[in-house]
């Protein structure tokens, strides 16, 4: 297996502008840290990134002094399912931050699990428009790639709170929901798996969609639907890297992973594409951007 590094070229450098009304902070996997409207959300985190053997076994124990370096304040966590690559690092930020955990029935008893109080749990299983504070926030049902010889790992629901730390085989994938945030006069739509489903998109629009990039291995023309349904502006690609490397070090494509053929689709389909380092920074100022679309 051929695990390559990301030419250095390829990443998106330019600095926040200073009057940016919304950013987005990518944290590896499919994770974000979104600031807008005086709101952080904090979508899939997961900083801990375990290596392939500890994943494979020992039980999975959150790295809390990591969590809360690199994600000092939360308002809210939104989980898209309930792999632990995509929520294991949730209920500590929870219960350090006292932010609400937004997710499935699954997710949300994982949650439970992890100690995080009822009062900050929020189930959903989508089309639910939740406030929070000054923005919204909309799940939205989708569906996991089938990645592993035409399946999807570790299927099925969490229907009760799992032994915490949990083990990897008990982190089944639950529902799966994408995520569209409204604040400051935009909109950011996340898509974390490899998958998706066309009717559950209709009605939304994104300004900036961030859209799993292996996803273009396992599901024909999903990048360019996904553009087409959604119209953003700028596509960020997320879950791009072997998630079994430490935080720190250089990150490496997952295998199947073809950043440039990822980044000419998006282009072709009429979007601008970012790749961004991780810890790697995205802004974007509303005025410039409603200015930009009517010149377009």
């Known amino acids: 297996?051929?695990?390559?590094?990301?030419?250095?070229?390829?990443?998106?450098?330019?600095?926040?502008?200073?009057?940016?009304?919304?950013?987005?902070?990518?944290?590896?996997?499919?994770?974000?840290?979104?600031?807008?409207?005086?709101?952080?959300?904090?979508?899939?985190?997961?900083?801990?990134?375990?290596?392939?053997?500890?994943?494979?076994?020992?039980?999975?124990?959150?790295?809390?002094?990591?969590?809360?370096?690199l994600i000092p304040h939360a308002d809210d966590v939104i989980i898209g399912h309930s792999h632990h690559d995509h929520v294991l690092d949730a209920p500590d930020l929870c219960i350090m931050t006292g932010a609400r955990f937004i997710g499935s029935p699954s997710a949300c008893n994982v949650a439970r699990a992890g100690g995080v109080p009822e009062a900050q749990i929020v189930e959903t299983t989508g089309h639910r428009r939740i406030i929070a504070g000054d923005a919204t926030i909309c799940g939205i049902p989708s569906l996991h790639?089938?990645?592993?010889?035409?399946?999807?790992?570790?299927?099925?629901?969490?229907?009760?709170?799992?032994?915490?730390?949990?083990?990897?085989?008990?982190?089944?994938?639950?529902?799966?929901?994408?995520?569209?945030i409204e604040m400051a006069g935009m909109s950011v739509v996340h898509i974390d798996s490899a998958d998706l489903i066309e009717s559950h998109l209709q009605g939304y629009q994104a300004d900036v969609l961030c859209l799993c990039a292996i996803g273009r291995r396992y599901r024909k023309d999903y990048a360019r639907t996904a553009i087409?349904?959604?119209?953003?502006?700028?596509?960020?690609?997320?879950?791009?890297?072997?998630?079994?490397?430490?935080?720190?070090?250089?990150?490496?494509?997952?295998?199947?992973?073809?950043?440039?053929?990822?980044?000419?689709?998006?282009?072709?389909?009429?979007?601008?594409?970012?790749?961004?380092?991780?810890?790697?920074?995205?802004?974007?100022?509303?005025?410039?951007?409603?200015?930009?679309?009517?010149?377009?």
């Open 1 to 69: 297996m051929l695990l390559r590094p990301v030419p250095p070229q390829m990443y998106h450098r330019e600095p926040v502008p200073h009057d940016a009304d919304v950013s987005l902070r990518y944290l590896g996997t499919a994770g974000f840290v979104v600031e807008g409207a005086g709101r952080t959300v904090v979508i899939d985190p997961y900083v801990t990134r375990p290596g392939l053997w500890e994943t494979a076994a020992k039980r999975l124990k959150p790295n809390r002094q990591l969590i809360h370096q």
């Open 145 to 180: 790639g089938k990645i592993y010889g035409g399946r999807i790992p570790l299927p099925g629901v969490i229907p009760v709170p799992p032994p915490w730390p949990p083990r990897y085989s008990e982190q089944r994938c639950g529902l799966v929901l994408n995520w569209h």
């Open 228 to 296: 087409e349904m959604l119209k953003p502006r700028y596509v960020i690609a997320c879950h791009w890297d072997w998630f079994f490397t430490d935080y720190h070090a250089e990150p490496l494509c997952l295998p199947g992973v073809n950043l440039p053929g990822f980044l000419k689709e998006i282009s072709d389909a009429g979007a601008t594409p970012v790749v961004l380092p991780f810890e790697g920074r995205f802004g974007v100022n509303v005025a410039r951007l409603r200015g930009q679309a009517a010149h377009h």
